[in-house]
């Protein structure tokens, strides 16, 4: 993974936490990067090249003027005065290579001096076995605090631990080993068949906590449930997380929606074109 | 009627496979090389512009563009070399490369004739831009992917649009006439993907003025048309070139035979 910076720019080093998505159901944690971006009014400082993310172009997806600013599929935006780095990306990663994008991912980051990864991501619905609707949309998180994944400012915040993690379990371990300098996936798992327990480590935020620890950065994930649908509002719950747990002041946020958020310009599309009503 | 659990997702959303951190990797791929007529293998290129047409319009445009040399091929080590004619086809498998001959300066065109997936346009883009073609201006032609694009897209609709590197945007606004004239930009929201995409993107990271137009329909003598105007008043501005009725027959009997809309299982 090669980082190009934008010219006239360069890493803030006052930027320690970096705030990224992990691929899921409902893309939930892009939009929720996609939110954090626009209303921060975060600056473009430049972009990553990694051969294992497909290829992806368009036009601005923040702002409509000045037009035809480029858009690619990896991109780091800094806001300086949040000491904040964010990387927003746009497309899927090559087939069977997730572990060596997150182990791309977090040598980047560790190079840059980063402390603290925030992973925003999201969990099948259909997964969830202890429902408890009284909760309404509950944010749950996984940390490298502590060694059963809990950590304090979370649980301040009346977040949930992710119940499933458990760091003695196979999928998890074996994770740690690939997660190491030199390891690769094996074309065979060196396990029979998979169930319910692998699910978890077997997602993309998964990859991304476990090679971030491995170079001993602070990770901590946050996660909710969803289904496949109009997944904004959940876009809209993982950024308002994210900004708690960094203690974000309303006067860093430049938007209007809900006193604090701008929504993206690419967003008045993102469900496509109207219907034809010629067709009634 | 569709089924909606066994139905292929959208686009924006993902099969299993792409959330799996165990899904095996496919298996690897011989490199894709380039090979040019020249002995001296590290000779490389410094064209003024370099064109790379993918789109059918642009592929039947270049193709009978008379004052051309071929000069070198891609080679994707997938797509054999049997299959294809001596003396270059459209219906070649290949990705010649091609000098143009009565101009001032070196332009080179890629016809790429052959249908790159996604995980191997890093590896071509590569070799097309910034290893031994070392381009001053880019121009990629392709067509708008209906499956990316989030306004509405008609048959009857006829148009092209653009996306440009910031070098290529800051080179306008300093008085340098653009490759592709009178193009609205890409409208936000909708994304172009697979080598085109590739391209462009390599484009900015090296810091090339680069431009990708898109055009629409995929077929049509009336689109052929609009890109090849785009072209004459732009990058190939007072290039000789072959403009007779032929041409646009020829294209159209070739339009016909790939237009799937014309395609029912009324019609036996």
Known sequence: MEFYV?????????????????????????????LLISSLKAEKIGYLDDPNILPCVGNDA????????????????????????????????VKGMMVEYAKNLANFASSNGKKHVIILSSLDFGRWHTIDVSSGLQVYYLSTSNIDGTDEDCERL??????????????????????????????????????????????????????????????????????????????????????KLMGLSQNEFHGNEAGRWIIPYSWKSVYGPPADISLF | MDDVV???????????EDLNNFTPPSPP?????????????????????????????????????SSKTLIGTLVLPEF????????????????????????????????????????????????????????????????????NFRGKLSPDDIFAVKLETSFERRSSDTGDSPLIKGLDYFPSGSVVDGLA?????????????????????????????????????????????SSDADLEDEYLRFSRSKDFHLDSELYT
């Open chain 1, 6 to 34: 934008e010219e006239g720019k360069e890493l803030e080093q006052n930027c320690s936490t970096l705030i990224l998505p992990a691929l899921s159901i409902g893309n939930v944690g892009q939009l929720a990067v996609d």
């Open chain 1, 62 to 93: 923040y702002w409509p003027s000045p037009p035809g600013d480029l858009t690619l599929p990896l991109e780091a935006y800094e806001s300086s005065s949040s000491a904040l780095t964010l990387v927003q990306q746009r497309s899927p990663v």
């Open chain 1, 158 to 243: 009346g977040w949930n631990r992710l119940q499933e993690y458990n760091p003695s379990q196979r999928m998890w371990k074996y994770l740690n080993t690939l997660a190491e300098e030199g390891s690769t996936l094996e074309e065979d798992l060196p396990f029979e068949e998979l169930g319910d327990e692998d699910y978890y480590p077997s997602l993309p935020f998964a990859a991304l906590f476990s090679c971030f620890k491995a170079k001993g950065l602070k990770v901590t994930c946050l996660l909710c449930y969803c289904s496949e649908g109009d997944n904004i509002p959940e876009g809209f719950h993982l950024a308002e997380a994210a900004s």
């Open chain 2, 6 to 16: 066994t139905d292929i997702p959208p686009p924006s959303r993902f099969m299993l």
């Open chain 2, 29 to 65: 791929l011989p490199s894709p090389f380039l090979v040019f007529s020249t002995l001296d293998s590290s000779k490389s290129f410094h064209p003024s512009i370099l064109i790379i047409a993918m789109s059918s319009p642009s592929l039947h445009f270049l193709h009978h563009l």
């Open chain 2, 80 to 147: 054999p070399f049997s299959a294809n004619s001596v003396e270059p086809l459209l219906s070649d498998k290949s990705c010649n490369i091609y000098a143009l001959n009565d101009s001032d300066r070196l332009i080179m065109i890629a016809l790429v004739q052959y249908s790159v997936t996604s995980e191997r346009s890093h590896a071509v883009a590569k070799l097309l831009i910034g290893e031994r073609i070392i381009p001053e201006r880019v121009l990629i032609l392709d067509s708008v992917q209906s499956r």
């Open chain 2, 197 to 241: 995409a590739s391209l462009l993107s390599r484009c900015q990271l090296k810091k090339i003025k680069g431009t990708l137009c898109v055009s629409w329909p995929h077929f049509g003598v009336s689109v052929m048309s609009l890109v090849k105007s785009l072209l004459l008043k732009g990058a190939l501005a007072g290039i000789n070139h």
